[in-house]
């Protein structure tokens, strides 16, 4: 984790084509299982998946939980660790809203910020769930999982600032968000409150 550098050449899916290649599959995926089914499924009916859905909301609570709990130990070693560099100017809320000039996509930090990239991919099988069981193609759910997996590639090709603080907020909802619906999936009951 330690020795940890963002790569073209050694990090799984850091090229641009990759990116624009397995955002146009996804999409172009996305649109023909919901063609399929139109022209195969007249009755309506959602396609039963069985425990699929509840075991991908567990493990994507897991991942999620995993990245905060990663991200948030690492980014605390690393402001300790390099403090006497920026100590005079900022704040250790400073350096997680804005990474020193010169930060290079590698260490701890950048490690977790690469795993939450490569756990857009999983993230992005819950369209096909949509689509399976409610027939519905949502754009918006496209738009918003491509943008997501653009967002954290450019935070790693770039060393965007503020990529911490955005990665500590999202694993921290994803993980209550998936839980919750791992918990309601299983039978349990769900919460009473319109929050929810």
Do not use: D
């Not at 919901?34 to 039963?48: E, I, K, W």
């Not at 500590?168 to 929810?196: D, E, H, M, N, Q």
């Amino acid at each position: 984790i330690v020795g940890f550098r963002w790569s073209h050449t050694h990090s799984w899916g850091s090229t641009w084509s990759f990116l624009f290649t397995a955002i146009a599959v996804y999409i172009t995926l996305s649109i023909l299982l919901h063609l399929f089914l139109l022209a195969v499924n007249r009755s309506g009916r959602p396609v039963p998946l069985g425990p699929i859905p509840a075991i991908h909301s567990l493990a994507m609570a897991l991942i999620s939980f995993t990245i905060f709990a990663g991200i948030t130990l690492s980014s605390a070693a690393e402001i300790h660790e390099t403090r006497w560099f920026w100590r005079r100017s900022k704040t250790p809320f400073q350096w997680l809203r804005c990474f020193p000039l010169g930060t290079r996509p590698s260490g701890r930090v950048f490690f977790w910020s690469y795993v939450y990239y490569l756990s857009r991919f999983p993230h992005m099988l819950r369209t096909f769930f949509t689509i399976l069981r409610r027939r519905k193609l949502v754009p918006f759910q496209l738009f918003n999982h491509s943008i997501l997996t653009v967002i954290s590639f450019l935070w790693l090709e770039f060393s965007q600032s503020i990529q911490v603080l955005a990665i500590l907020c999202t694993t921290l909802v994803y993980s209550v968000v998936y839980g919750y619906r791992f918990w309601t999936a299983v039978g349990l009951p769900g919460a009473c409150f319109p929050v929810v």
